[in-house]
């Protein structure tokens, strides 16, 4: 990696600073175009109760935007299908565009971003065993060593850097709110914009625990700086009265919002930090704040990443790949199936580079 001796010392975002007016947490990530439809990209933010409003005057359920945030195989009709082919068109295949983003690259400073969850590793039911392959993590190890490159995830720093198992990356956990450089460099940057939060997520930790201890199947999940509730493996019949639940405690916590993922409800200090700043953080960090022949690529499943997407649109500058089965409204150019195709897509990446620069070595002078 390069760029990566940056001093960045931890940051002071005052607490409560820039929050958000009452009614704007937890964003819900419907996949039916229905869903979808009902929540447009300006929505991403929203209360559990409009997010319910939204869902119903799209004619399906709070559970049914949750389900469809994560759907099945056998969830799916053959009119979904025509309807992802239609999606695909507008959002296409990284792999099939790939020399198209091999051209866009030409002369620019590639940065790679990239989620955990459901990007580099498969989604499964416990969020304890969401490892990644050994294949995947040598496809990553060979990403750093060609470019600059982090890991964005909602998880806590610590877990997803012990699933990753890799130290020279950048990782940024919480969503981006616990960001630090390579563990081989001890004076790399360090970013956590929400360390004042930390005894009340996890006073929101103990009382969620304890308050969703009768539902079966329910997890609590400390991310340090976040938290999560997963219904994955809950009785949908139960998620309208957990999601309730949730909702209770958060009432008495103004300054934290509610959004939703993946089949789980994730709580936040609601200041303006997500993993889209994240990534404008890194790429100040490695130097590249105001460069031109920088490509930051990011690849990412969830809701949470179109906030780097939107970035990335803003900035006119990298490309966005969402990974998903489903259409989902979303700010990304491109697309990926699952974390089979990421992985192919890194290893073509790192195949390109390897070319590109040998053939930079050979060209005779002029
Ligand atoms: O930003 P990410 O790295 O994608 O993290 C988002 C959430 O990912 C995890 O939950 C998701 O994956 C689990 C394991 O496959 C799955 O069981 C769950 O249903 C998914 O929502 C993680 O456990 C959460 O804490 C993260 O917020």
Known sequence: ???????????????????????????????RSAAAGAMSMRQTYLDLAAAAAAARSAGCTWAEAMRASSPTRSSRSAADVDEFTAWVRKHPSALSKFEEIAGKSKGKKIVMF?????????????????????????????????????????????????????????????HGMDIKGPSSNPESVLCQ?????????????????????????????????CLSVHFRCVDEKRWNALGEQVKTVIKEYPKLKLTQGRKVLEIRPSIKWDKGKALEFLLESLGFANCSDVLPVYIGDDRTDEDAFKVLRKRGQGLGILVSKCPKETNASYSLQDPTEVMEFLLRLVEWKRKSSSSLMIRPRV
Not at 199 to 216: Q, W
């Open 1 to 31: 990696m390069t760029n990566q001796d940056v001093v960045v010392s931890e940051m002071g975002i005052a607490a409560g600073a820039g929050l958000p007016g009452p009614g704007s947490p937890a964003g819900l990530f419907a996949c």
């Open 114 to 174: 990239m989620d955990y969850d459901g990007t580099l590793s498969p989604i499964v039911a416990d969020p304890d065993t969401a490892y990644m392959s050994d294949a995947m993590r040598a496809a990553v190890r060979e990403v750093a060593k060609s470019f600059p490159t982090a890991i964005v995830s909602g998880r806590c720093r610590d877990k997803v850097r012990s699933f990753v198992g890799l130290s020279d990356l950048y990782y940024a956990g919480s």
């Open 193 to 225: 914009p929400a360390s004042e939060f930390l005894p009340m997520i996890d006073e929101v930790y103990k009382t969620l625990v304890e308050k969703t201890k009768s539902t079966p199947g329910a997890k609590v999940e400390n991310n340090k700086f």
